[in-house]
């Protein structure tokens, strides 16, 4: 029987040479089409990958830190006060600003007793821009500069003052303006310098409750943006920093007056320690990195808004290529959730009432 099947094997084999022929030319192609779509999937990201290498600006830089004059505004106390810890863990020269003179000598003892090194404290206010200016002068050239200063105050607009508004934006915007006008000709010829801004995931997308305050860190964008052009060829690298709700002393006061739905949308994010925070700002700043996000949903912010700002990492302009239609979508489904609860909660207040 089986000497039977294999006899008639052959005569298959010797009677249809065409139909095997074909067979074999069908299975060849069918491999070499497999092989080539299997190159194609590999080339074209290769490709990408190798063309935002070529076009990615400015270039990669490393900052270094150590024994070198690092200016935090805003630093007695917070992120400011965690940032200031970590440059001088790092060996860098720290000089700390803020209003409160009794804060900073508060600070300037536990940074000591932390770390074994002394800072150097200025008091002033920086809406005053001629105490912030003979601050600069009095500290020396900056290398590093952070401008970390800030409040919130939460509060729909209809019903928060114009004080109120004018406040947030005169310091968290206006007071930006100062300190960098004030230290900037002292950054210049000093090799790679930073000029680091503290902004907020606020300053990436708007936040019910946050009006004022969003439209402050939000301004700190286009100033980022446009600084780093004017300034790249004085080798000054700006950066922009978006952390997260903080566990800082002043969250325990804005939680206290914070509309309902602005937790709900917020709380979304999570909370940060200061000190993790920092370790984030500090590493991102060495790196000359323009975008700082601080955790996941920081990180899917800055993709989904990269727009037009600079990139000096290829791979992270890959990322951002390659996922910004996923992010999109991740977004759009976030504003979905947002603007339910809102018409949820809007929906139970009106049975309230």
Not at 151 to 157: A, I, N, Q, T, Y
Not at 191 to 200: F, Q
Not at 232 to 250: K, R
Request: proline share 4%; net charge neutral.
């Amino acid at each position: 029987m089986h000497s039977t099947l294999q006899w008639k094997d052959i005569v298959i084999v010797f009677h249809r040479p065409i139909e095997l022929l074909q067979l074999a030319t069908s299975s060849t192609a069918s491999m070499a089409l497999a092989y080539l779509s299997f190159l194609l999937l590999l080339l074209l990201p290769i490709s990408l990958l190798l063309f935002l290498y070529l076009i990615t600006k400015p270039c990669p830089v490393k900052i270094p830190i150590k024994n070198r004059h690092v200016f935090i505004t805003g630093g007695s106390s917070g992120i400011g006060l965690a940032l200031a810890h970590q440059a001088a863990r790092e060996g860098a020269r720290v000089s700390v600003l803020a209003r409160s003179r009794d804060k900073l000598e508060e600070a300037k003892q536990a940074i000591l007793l932390s770390t074994g090194i002394e800072v150097a404290i200025f008091a002033a206010d920086v809406r005053d821009f001629e105490a912030v200016k003979g601050a600069v002068e009095e500290a020396g050239p900056i290398d590093v500069l952070i401008v970390n200063q800030g409040v919130f105050v939460p509060g729909e607009l209809e019903t928060q003052g114009l004080d109120v508004v004018r406040s947030m934006i005169d310091i968290n915007l206006i007071g930006s303006f100062h300190m960098i006008k004030a230290a900037l000709p002292t950054m210049k010829g000093r090799g790679p310098a930073s000029i680091a801004l503290m902004s907020s995931q606020a300053g990436q997308v708007g936040i019910y409750g946050y009006t004022a305050y969003s439209a402050s860190k939000f301004g700190l964008r286009g100033l980022a943006e446009a600084l780093q052009q004017e300034v790249i060829a004085d080798n000054i690298h700006v950066s922009l920093i978006f952390p997260p709700d903080t566990e800082t002393p002043g969250l325990i006061e804005e939680n206290k007056i914070r509309p309902q739905l602005s937790s709900i949308i917020a709380g979304s994010s999570g909370v940060m320690k200061a000190e993790e925070v920092a370790k984030k700002a500090l590493s991102g700043i060495k790196s000359g990195s323009f975008l700082i996000p601080c955790n996941f949903e920081g990180l899917l912010l800055s993709i989904a808004t990269a727009g037009l700002s600079p990139q000096r990492s290829s791979l992270m302009a890959f990322v951002e290529v390659v996922s910004s239609g996923i992010v999109r979508i991740a977004g759009l489904c976030f504003q979905w959730n947002w603007y339910g609860s809102i018409e949820k909660w809007h929906a139970q207040k009106s049975k309230i009432l």
